[in-house]
Each structure stands twice: as C-alpha cells, then as structure tokens.
C-alpha cells in the first residue's frame, strides 16, 4: 500500500544517519575493537547510559548492574520467559494486546491467558490465581492506547505479591508521550521486587538496530545474565558502544525532542482528519503517546471490519483491523492506525482515499 498506516514503524528519515555514521566509524577502529567475547549484560558504558536516560525520561531507579542490553524487547521477553517459566504455567496477557509476546510465550510452553482490558486498562479482578507471569503495557496499552490507571496499577502489584507472581512491565513508547507527565512506572511503585522493565531503541531510533534492555531486581540478575550467555553471548557491541555515546552527549535527547514534536503533530492531524472524514462513524480512543491510534466502528462488528479492510488496501491504503490483536473472539471492531510511516500530509491524501474507499459505509 502507498499509504501505509501500519503500526510500529518509525519514520527512518527522522533517523539522525550522519551522526550514527561517524560514531560507528570511530567505533570500528581496530583500537576500540577486540577480539575477545563482552559481557553478556552488555557493555557497561551502554547499562550506565541506559540507566540514568530511563531514570530522567521515566523515573526508574536502576543501576548499571540492575540493566540488561538485549536484541530489542522481543529478547527481553524470551529471556525472562526461560528463567521464570516451566512448561504448562500460566501466563496473563493483556485482551486485546500485543501479538509477538503473547506467540513468544506460548513458544516457550506456557498456557497463555487472555484477560479482558477496559477503560483503566488490565482489569487486575479477571486474572487467573495460578498465572505466574502477567506481562502488561501500562503506560500506552498496546493496541487500544488506553493508559492504566493510580488505582489499578496498586492492585496489580498487590495482587502479584499475594500470589508471588512477577510481572512485567512493557513500557514499549513511553518516549513518545504528548502532554502531561506520564504516570509513574509499575516498576517505580514496586516495592517487593516483583516489576520486570522491559524497553526498546527500536521506535525511538530504528527497529533494524535490535537494541533494548531490561531491568531486573537483583534476585533474577544472575539466571538471566546466563540466559543471555547461552542465547546469544552478547548483543553486538559497536551499537552498543555507539548506543551509549549517543546517550551520554544529548544527542538522544534532542533527538527525543525533534521526534516527539513531529509524532505529536501528526497524532493531531490523524485525529482531527478522522474526526472530519469520518464523524460518529468511528470512536477514537483517547491516546496521549505512540506512534498509532486505534478507532473503533461505532455501528458494526466482524463483517463490516474485514470488507472495509479490504476495500481500504484495494484502494492502496494500508490499515490494520483490530480483530487479529484479539486472543479470542474480538470484542471490539475497527482499525489500529499508525503514523509513523507517514508524513501530516500524507496523513491527509491517505485519510481521503480511506474515506472514499469506505464510501458512505461508515
């Protein structure tokens, strides 16, 4: 499709390529290169780096040696589900949700468990009492966008140290946040070592660099450092070691500032243009953050999603349907749309052609 509305992808030509281009240079000089294998945990100029950017962005207190670099959160996921998981336990998941982890999880032997989401996000009352792991999205919950709320993040925590299960917090777009300070982190209201913080450079720089990290309480710090040894040894180490000096100079966060703007601008003309194009048709969820909105078909359910899908990508418009980030049956009807791959003015040719593609059924 020209006029892509995929969701997760950032827009590579934001991506500050000269300035990565010189620093990776500098690092594949044969005096900052070594033969020899790095820590699996990642090199310790990137874990300081990483921990002191998530404790100004997000206000996570973590060490150096409270982080693990990863190849992006898909890896975190994998790792904690090796150490934490034997086959047949049980895992929560958030319905609807994020696809890859919930598959990831299932890989791994678990009994995967859709729990419900509503208007403050995981409805903690519906999770089951045997789940060993609920893995959560609290700050954007991914697709619908809702933000957990004060409350239910305490019953979450609560809940976890009754049943002395972990959690794992997913906080995937937090840097992408319009307006108002975010939430504080689950992770940050923990207080019994239970939150697992799991988060990726792959929105914020470029997915293709496969770098993320994850934060974990000293007990577990051990059995993943050698999860990660026997996976992969360590993640490459000249974008680590770019990563880390990208961080340490502010270069990643002018980049945040230039980003955040530009996302910020387009999550407003994609919202006032579905507003304009397609009225009490669609219900937009209330989203502060991300790179992607999700809008639900205010008349019409599985039927009316999959022909307007269709027609959309016949038309050369690429949207997603929000059935398949169901487990089970869908419950709710509509289109997760992202941003990120598309210019405001693209918004507004591509919001058009939806419009008439869609001609009068909504």
Do not use: N
Request: hydrophobic share 45%.
């Amino acid at each position: 499709a020209r006029h892509d509305f995929r969701v997760g992808i950032p827009d590579a030509a934001l991506f500050p390529f000269e300035t990565w281009r010189r620093l990776m240079a500098r690092q594949l000089r044969a005096s900052a290169m070594t033969a020899a294998y790095m820590d699996p945990s990642g090199q310790p100029e990137l874990r300081e780096a990483v921990a002191r950017h998530i404790g100004v962005s997000r206000g996570v207190r973590a060490d150096a040696t409270d982080v693990l670099i990863t190849h992006g959160a898909q890896q975190a996921l994998d790792l904690i589900g090796r150490v934490l998981l034997e086959p047949g336990d049980c895992v929560a998941v958030e319905e609807p949700g994020y696809p890859p982890a919930r598959l990831l999880f299932q890989s791994l032997g678990a009994r995967v468990v859709p729990v419900p989401v509503d208007a403050e996000g995981l409805d903690v009352s519906a999770l089951p009492d045997d789940a060993r792991l609920v893995y959560v999205t609290p700050s954007h919950q991914f697709p619908l966008g809702i933000v957990m709320s004060p409350a239910r993040r305490l019953a979450l925590l609560d809940w976890a140290r009754q049943r002395d299960a972990v959690v794992i917090e997913d906080d995937y777009d937090s840097e992408f946040r319009f307006g108002g300070r975010p939430l504080e982190t689950l992770h940050g209201l923990d207080r019994s070592g239970r939150v697992l913080y799991v988060g990726s450079f792959s929105k914020v720089l470029l997915p293709g660099l496969r770098l993320g990290f994850l934060v974990a309480p000293p007990s577990l710090q051990r059995e993943l450092r050698l999860a990660k040894q026997v996976a992969d040894s360590h993640s490459q180490l000249p974008a680590q070691a770019v990563l880390a000096r990208f961080i340490d100079t502010g270069l990643l966060a002018r980049h945040l500032r230039k980003t955040r703007r530009e996302y910020e601008h387009r999550h407003a003309r994609l919202t006032e243009g579905l507003t304009r194009h397609f009225g009490s048709g669609l219900r937009l969820l209330p989203s502060v953050a991300g790179l992607h909105l999700c809008a639900t078909f205010a008349r019409g359910g599985a039927r009316l999603e999959k022909a307007l899908t269709g027609q959309a990508r016949a038309a050369g418009v690429g949207v997603e349907a929000l059935s398949p980030y169901f487990a089970g049956a869908p419950t709710r009807h509509g289109w997760v749309l992202g941003y990120g791959a598309l210019t405001a003015d693209g918004i507004d040719e591509g919001l058009r052609r939806l419009r008439a593609s869609v001609a009068g059924a909504l």
